[in-house]
């Protein structure tokens, strides 16, 4: 299953509310780096096997919720875990880069 793309009004419930820890990336469909990571986090997504979740945001449609969590460049993954911010990426960091991210959950 590939990653899912959600808007402002899912993110509490999608992320902050997670069972599971949740992987964000923030994007942009114009960006070059972002293009990129949206396989590779596809990927990731459906190697899950609901151990983790990943979750796609629009930084464009949502840009409030891009400020809100500091998100100054993009792609920006941040990992969270019982609602809270464990850690996060900037830049396109390639598989390894992102498998490293989650296993700080």
Known sequence: MPAQH??????????LKADTP??????????????AAAP???E??????GGY??????VDKNQELAQEHG?????????FNNGDEVDRQIGFA??????????KA
């Open 6 to 15: 959600i808007e402002s009004d899912k993110f509490e419930a999608s992320v």
């Open 22 to 35: 949740v992987l964000v990336d923030f994007y942009a469909d114009w960006c070059g780096p972002c293009k």
């Open 40 to 42: 590779v986090l596809d």
């Open 44 to 49: 990731l997504a459906d190697e899950a096997d």
């Open 53 to 58: 979740q990943v979750i796609k945001i629009n």
């Open 71 to 79: 998100v100054m460049s993009i792609p920006t993954v941040i990992l």
């Open 94 to 103: 390639g598989k390894e880069g992102y498998q490293e991210l989650l296993g």
